[in-house]
């Protein structure tokens, strides 16, 4: 099936590994012109060039060096954005006796500064597409919260109200806002628990384990292009009639049925 991606411009923050990366090579292979961005130079560079490809360096918590990522990534494609994906993040294991006010004020800094910076700067280039659409790349943990990650199952919860928010806010303005929750998802994170837990179990039967204590359905973790599947999903013209919804993409973890 044609996505009706193909010659149209996307905005992919936190994309030079992981899901966003996965992100960025699947819109590319749509044929799609693709915008990324990270904070580490090196990382960038890793991903390799490609005429349809822009990267640079930013941290989503400037306003102004969002802006001015997004305004350039928009000159380098025609003045086009049809499309913004929310994926800059990161988690922090911590429970509540061992968090500080810091860490509170940092988490919830990074994840709504994470979603409103790039959306403020991209606004007015989506209200332009005829099939704009926000796909911002949340976890469960905003659904089924966990006390290992107090500060971080708090503000993805906040990032899956708000996105319900601009669905309804941005509708008149032809932007579409969805939610993709992921669960555990393979990434080098997991690789080096892995070999910092000097268990002796090969990487597969370790992830087994990870799988059964964790209550995932398919018995092991998910796959960075499985979640990228579902995010380029939701920003295809087909899916125009998607709006304020949120896809688990999870092996089919679950504590309850919303």
Known sequence: ?????????????????????????????????????????????????????????????????????????AEAFGGRVDGLVNNAGQSRMKRLDDTTADDWRDELELKFAGVLHPLQAARGHLKSSDAASVVNVNAVLAKQPETRLITTSAARAGILNLSKSLAQELASDGIRVNSVCLGLV?????????????????????????????????????????VAYAIVSLLSPRASYITGT?????????????
Do not use: P
């Open 186 to 226: 393979d990434t080098g994170q997991w690789t080096r628990r892995h070999a910092a837990a000097n268990s002796g179990l090969s990487y597969e039967d370790w992830q087994a384990e990870l799988a059964a204590d964790r209550g995932i359905a398919l018995g092991r973790l998910g796959r960075a292009e499985e």
């Open 1 to 73: 099936m044609d996505l009706g991606l193909a010659d149209r411009t996307y905005v992919v923050t936190g994309g030079s590994s992981g899901v966003g990366l996965a992100t960025v090579r699947a819109l590319l292979d749509e044929g799609a012109n693709v915008a990324t961005c990270g904070r580490d130079a090196e990382r960038l560079k890793r991903i390799g060039e490609h005429e349809r490809l822009f990267t640079a360096v930013c941290d989503v918590r400037d306003a102004t060096a969002v802006r001015e990522f997004v305004d350039s990534a």
């Open 246 to 258: 949120s896809i688990d993409v999870c092996g089919g973890v679950g504590r309850g049925i919303l």
